[in-house]
């Protein structure tokens, strides 16, 4: 018996399938027929070999990953054009039979190799990331022309689609298995652009501040900025004004809303901050109070938590994140991603200024909608549908000083709102939304220059990287497992448990753990250990 050919065919595909998550697996491995998709090296790291790699916006530099196959591809884009993707995929010997995509930040063109070296391959799964079409940092723009369309439409949506079919691709023909199901996680650029235009390449979807709504968040941050600079302007607040004459008051004024004085505001929609209580008072001391000039660009700063703002739409800052606000505000990164969006992709006019700027440049980008980025149809049935049953998961920090909180708000209300008008699908079943109090953007990453506190430590990428790792990998601890269990167990997680580290970094011990609570709700403390999740309940607040 042993010698029909039908068993020496079930010897052979045995044999080869013991071979793959090996080294000479690995070594041998070519691809067979996809379309468009080259295979440029493959790489096998034993356990705890040294990985060392690096790009214009990624890099890694750990020895403590078990083993995996590191197979790099290019992927041809638009023939006509010549233009191309590079995406790595990476597939661990002891895989789970998922896939994991890992999203990329800003403007930038790099493989996301920390993300698959810290979340997707530790966690055993095979993980997947672009360098989106072109090499790059977060906040540089010039690869995109002007007038590279191609490269804006990669950076846009395209790249990402294409990796993720290649990379499934690619995990079939390595592990002679197709993957049970396929995953995404991001911050920044969290993708929803996938869940609205391609609900097949993913199954369960975690998205942080996604910058979903490009052409009203770049326009956004260029008002923001315009606010507070130029230096020289009488409205201008210096970094410490922020930090010590702003942040104590708005922390005297809205703390104790929560229930407890800990410098993190739970929900800064219960408190009606007032800045003119600051206005200087003839004789008081400079240093310790603002100009009415000062306080009037406040307004403006904080007008959209107020009342919704008809021209962006979704928010302005809310209180509570002022120790960061004036980097996000004056600096670097948000309005750096701004200029060069409008200088290489919206007027094509590399002397652009921020000063040029006025809300008429809105429609125009509108009009535009440059790489096709914006990602706000509310519409998102084809993936969470009960023909795909897809999961999405966002989350938020109420001090993001990049995206507005109420940009997720408001994607969340007006999936909301489509889906009790036009299905029966009740979005607690298909969609949560997440809050993190007292994050800025995306976590420890941008925090630990100014030691903001918040638990923002639960799985999410940005984090195990930047030494903050998930108390456990399990599904109340880590968010990646908890959409693992959404998907595939039917159990939606309820709140999650973050942890915040002292100075955000592990090797400090654990400052205090918090719940993450499901919008609408929110945290509230009911007394007893403060550092302790347990010593807070989510409740609804009228906001
Ligand atoms: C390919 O695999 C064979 C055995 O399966 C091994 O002997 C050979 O060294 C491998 N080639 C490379 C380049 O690793
Ligand atoms: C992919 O490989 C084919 C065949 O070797 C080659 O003609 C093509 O130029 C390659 N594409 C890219 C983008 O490198
Ligand atoms: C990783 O590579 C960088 C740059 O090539 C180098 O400076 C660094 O020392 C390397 N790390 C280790 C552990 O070898
Ligand atoms: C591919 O690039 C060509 C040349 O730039 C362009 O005319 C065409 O519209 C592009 N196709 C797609 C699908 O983007
Ligand atoms: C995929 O799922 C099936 C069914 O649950 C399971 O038997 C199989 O082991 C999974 N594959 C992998 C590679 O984990
Ligand atoms: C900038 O160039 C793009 C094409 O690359 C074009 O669609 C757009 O209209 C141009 N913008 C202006 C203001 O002309
Ligand atoms: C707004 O900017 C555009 C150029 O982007 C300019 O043509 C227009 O005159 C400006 N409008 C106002 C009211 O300043
Ligand atoms: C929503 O999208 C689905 C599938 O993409 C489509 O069949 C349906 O008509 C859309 N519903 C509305 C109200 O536009």
């Not at 079930?10 to 090996?22: E, H």
């Not at 995990?171 to 993708?191: F, I």
């Not at 307004?299 to 302005?316: K, L, N, P, S």
């Not at 507005?404 to 408001?410: D, E, R, T, V």
Request: hydrophobic letters at 35%; charged letters at 15%; glycine letters at 10%.
């Amino acid at each position: 018996m042993p010698s029909s050919p039908f068993f020496v065919l079930l010897g052979l595909f045995l044999g080869v399938a013991a071979t793959s998550g090996s080294e000479s697996a690995c070594s041998n491995f070519t691809l067979v027929d996809i379309p468009n998709v080259n295979l440029t090296a493959t790489t096998y790291f034993a356990a705890n070999a040294l990985v060392n790699i690096s790009n214009a916006y990624s890099s890694i530099d750990e020895s403590n990953l078990p083993a995996f196959c590191r197979v790099e591809l290019v992927i041809t884009t638009n023939a006509t054009a010549g233009s191309s993707a590079l995406t790595e995929v990476w597939l661990p010997d002891d895989w789970n039979g998922r896939v994991l995509t890992v999203g990329n930040g800003g403007l930038a063109g790099g493989v996301t190799v920390t993300e698959l070296g810290h979340v997707a391959v530790p966690q055993g799964f095979a993980g997947v990331s672009t360098n989106t079409g072109h090499d790059g940092g977060t906040d540089d723009g010039a690869w995109a022309g002007p007038h590279n369309d191609n490269a804006i439409v990669d950076w846009g949506h395209r790249a990402v689609h294409l990796s993720v079919l290649a990379g499934k691709e690619v995990v079939k023909q390595y592990y002679q298995t197709p993957a049970n199901k396929s995953y995404y996680l991001g911050c920044s650029t969290g993708d929803l652009k996938e869940v609205q235009d391609f609900p097949e390449d993913f199954d369960g979807v975690v998205v942080g501040a996604p910058a979903n709504w490009w052409t009203h968040l770049q326009a956004w941050s260029i008002h923001m900025n315009l606010n507070t600079e130029p230096s020289t302007s009488p409205h201008f607040m210096t970094e410490d004004m922020w930090q010590n004459i702003l942040a104590p008051e708005v922390m005297r004024q809205c703390d104790e809303y929560d229930g407890l004085a800990d410098g993190i505001i739970n929900d800064p929609r219960t408190c009606s901050f007032r800045p003119e209580t600051l206005t200087c008072r003839p004789g008081q001391d400079a240093t310790t109070c603002l100009t009415a000039d000062q306080i009037s660009a406040l307004h403006r700063i904080y007008a959209d938590y107020y009342e919704a703002d008809q021209t962006y739409v979704f928010g302005g800052y809310y209180p509570g994140g002022e120790k960061r606000y004036y980097s996000g505000l004056v600096g670097k990164t948000q309005f750096k991603i701004g200029r060069a969006y409008f200088q290489f992709m919206v007027t094509n006019d590399t002397t652009w200024k921020i000063h040029d700027y006025n809300a008429t440049l809105l429609a125009l980008t509108d009009k535009l909608d440059p790489g096709q980025a914006n990602a706000i149809n509310p519409n998102i049935t084809a993936f969470i549908g009960p023909e795909h049953n897809g999961k999405l998961i966002q989350y938020f920090g109420w001090a993001d000083e990049l995206i507005s909180p109420g940009n997720a708000i408001h994607y969340y209300e007006t999936v909301h709102q489509f889906l009790r008008a036009n299905t029966h699908l009740n979005i607690n079943d298909v969609y949560r939304l997440f809050s993190v109090p007292g994050m800025n953007h995306c976590g420890p990453l941008l925090t630990t220059r100014q030691g903001g506190q918040a638990a923002n430590a639960f799985g999410s990428v940005e984090q195990a990287s930047n030494n903050s790792p998930p108390l456990s990998l399990d599904a109340e601890h880590n968010i990646l497992a908890a959409i693992v269990r959404w998907v595939e167990e039917g159990v939606a997680p309820d709140t999650l448990t973050g942890v915040y580290y002292h100075d955000n970094d592990v090797a400090n011990g654990v400052g205090f753990t918090r719940p993450l609570c499901r919008y609408p709700y929110n945290l509230r403390y009911l007394g007893g250990d403060p550092d302790s999740a347990e010593s807070f309940e989510c409740a609804f607040n009228q906001a």
